[in-house]
């Protein structure tokens, strides 16, 4: 049998095939690693690198040595966005780390945060079909539904006339489970017995506010209600509220003190807010009364107030409101209104409740992390009379010293001055600046270090609301600015707030450094990139950021800024004003997952 000649190139096709792959893998590999030490792809890369191990290293050592690298602007690139299942991320409020804790108390409900070296560093993305906020005041009116696509509380709570889906929007009839027929009818039915109009009252406290309708009818009686709720099976009331422009904010009555300082309300709301007041010898209940101005007023509608199969309860609560000596004004129906009496609370000796006084060395204004007490708060142990009654009508009382600012070392010209450097520094802000401030683009802002609130009392003419945040290791001067007729929080800013993403407009801080410091020292108890990526989880895609610090400090904040994708203009103070300061201005971009 003859033998076929083939020509060279047909013979051993296999082993030609592995030749040429792997002299293609071999200038593929030269090639790839030109372009990676050659080119900027190769700094992206590494860059992303970085924040691969930025995320997902558990060594905090590594962690600490990216976060230098972005501090010392040497990041190339931005900070990577979050997952899309975290647009709603809230890290002290997260759920599956909270529901392993202990259910006494709903103390799995509280804020609880993770080691810093446990968290993500990465941005917060908005969700799918994000837009602008619609503007206030049709905000409190309707919502793009793309904003929060969450249709639990539409489908529940609808007949009750709390929401509703229609179209784009998510719209808001201004219901309420004990006011169905809506919010203004309920507080035409409370002024019959309690000075809604006048000025009287200012600050109000709604408890498990649902998503806070009440509070938003009440500010054209130029009432200022906080809202709070926890993050619940509802998922997003607290959000709902905060889309809508009404002030509001993540917590939960459980084992601690609410973070508010002592006699601030004028008045406490709970609508069906479900609080068991009576429950662990009248805990909660004694929580409310720490909150309550003397001679403020406390109205409870729904269980178990006259509800059927509650008679027990509904008895044990109109107890606990004798023995603390409160007035009863009425019962309405599923509704009680009592009055706080004015100075310490008679307390008789004897009560089925056992309830004391306070010891004289406890500060009720003691309320960062503090367990809850079984005695009654002192009105005296406040120094300065904060008594409705005794201090200004709204708005008279925005302008006027607080007895609790007089008292303080030098309080009357610190006061002063502080009211009149705002009122110079925000009229900067709007006429040199051109920050947004008095348009429709700002509605709900953050002051991250009030101190007297003196910044959000010259924003008064304004249609906004503040947020003014006292850092938990300064000196208490939140009652003072409840006593102007302002509301706030206590925090420390080495940890996340308790809100939701997007929540706010503007974030004014003046003195950044100072948050991440022990007072009187000059080590840094946390970092600023952790703080300005809070920052901006909490702030509004478009939203401002006004930062006030040193030259240095501004640097600094300024390198951060890039990774954090903010546009950033850097500015001299204020021509009146003294001091080495400037002013940082920032946009952050709205920018959307790929």
């Known amino acids: 049998m003859g033998h076929l000649n083939l020509p060279a190139s047909k013979r051993n096709p296999r082993q030609w095939k592995l030749l040429d792959l792997v002299t293609a893998t071999f200038f593929g590999l030269v090639f790839l690693f030109f372009l990676l030490v050659f080119t900027p792809l190769g700094d992206s890369l590494a860059a992303s690198g970085r924040q691969t191990l930025l995320r997902s290293t558990s060594d905090p050592r590594q ?3 990216l976060v230098a690298l972005i501090e010392a602007g040497q990041n190339a690139q931005p900070i990577e966005a979050c997952p899309a299942d975290e647009v709603d991320h809230m890290p002290c409020e997260d759920p599956r780390r909270n529901s392993q804790l202990s259910r006494e108390m709903n103390f799995y409900r509280e804020r609880h945060c993770p ?60 219901g309420g489970t004990m006011f169905p027929e809506g919010a203004v009818q309920y507080i035409e039915k409370l002024g019959q017995y309690i000075p809604i109009k006048g000025g009287v009252l200012r600050t109000a406290l709604d408890m498990g ?7 938003g009818y009440l500010l054209k009686e130029g009432i200022l209600t906080l809202s709070f709720a926890p993050r619940d099976s509802h998922k997003a009331q607290i959000q709902f509220a905060l889309e809508r422009g009404v002030p ?31 429950a662990y010898n009248a805990s909660y209940f004694i929580e409310v009364n720490r909150l309550l101005r003397p001679g403020g007023y406390l109205v409870i509608s729904g269980p178990p107030v006259q509800w059927a199969k509650q008679d027990k309860e509904w008895a044990d609560l ?64 406040v120094k300065g009379d904060c008594t409705i009654g005794t201090i200004p009508k709204w708005p008279d009382r925005l302008t006027k010293a607080p007895s609790r600012a007089v008292h303080m070392k030098n309080g009357l010209d610190l006061f002063d001055a502080d009211t009149r450097r705002w009122v110079r520094r925000v009229a900067y802000y709007k006429n040199s600046l051109n920050v947004k401030l008095g348009t429709p683009a700002i509605r709900n802002v953050m002051d991250m270090n009030a101190f007297f609130g003196s910044f959000a ?17 300064k000196p208490s001067t939140l009652g003072v600015i409840y006593d102007r007729g302002l509301i706030g929080v206590y925090h420390d800013w080495c940890e996340p707030f308790s809100t939701y993403p997007r929540s706010y407009d503007l974030i004014h801080v003046a ?55 903010w546009l950033v203009t850097i500015h001299e103070k204020e021509p009146e004003s003294s001091g080495r300061e400037k002013i940082l201005v920032a946009t952050k971009t709205f920018w959307k997952l790929h």
């Not at 206030?136 to 249709?151: E, F, G, T, V």
């Not at 100075?343 to 500060?363: A, H």
């Open 209 to 215: 506010c649902g998503v806070a309708s009440w509070g």
């Open 248 to 278: 509001a904010f993540v917590a939960m009555l459980g084992t601690r003190r609410l973070p508010y300082p002592a006699f601030s309300f004028d008045l406490v709301h709970c609508s069906r807010c479900l609080i068991p007041f009576t």
């Open 63 to 65: 962690r600490h040595r």
């Open 115 to 174: 080691p810093v070296e446990d968290t993500h560093l990465c941005l917060i993305p908005p969700p799918d079909g994000y837009k602008i906020s619609v503007r206030w005041p049709q905000s409190l009116h309707k919502i793009w539904h793309a904003n929060m696509p969450h249709d639990k509380i539409a489908d529940r709570k609808g007949h009750q006339g709390w929401m509703k889906k229609e179209g784009e929007h998510f719209i808001f009839p201004g």
């Open 511 to 565: 003195g950044i450094e100072s948050l991440l410091k022990l007072p009187g020292s000059s080590k840094n108890r946390c970092n600023l990139v952790d703080l300005m990526v809070e920052m901006d989880r909490i702030l509004r895609p478009e939203g401002t950021v006004i930062i006030r610090d040193s030259p240095e400090v501004i640097d600094k904040v300024a390198r951060v800024a890039l990774a954090v994708r």
């Open 318 to 381: 109109q107890a606990v409101a004798r023995a603390l000596c409160y007035e009863l004004i009425a019962v309405d129906g599923n509704t009680v209104i009592w009055k706080k009496p004015a100075g310490d609370l008679c307390l008789p000796n004897q009560n089925e409740y056992g309830l004391e006084l306070c010891d004289e060395s406890d500060d009720p204004n003691d309320a960062w992390y503090f367990k809850l007490k079984k005695c009654v708060s002192r009105t005296s142990a």
């Open 457 to 473: 009392a010259a924003l008064m003419p304004d249609p906004v609301w503040v947020m003014n945040v006292v850092p938990a290791r």
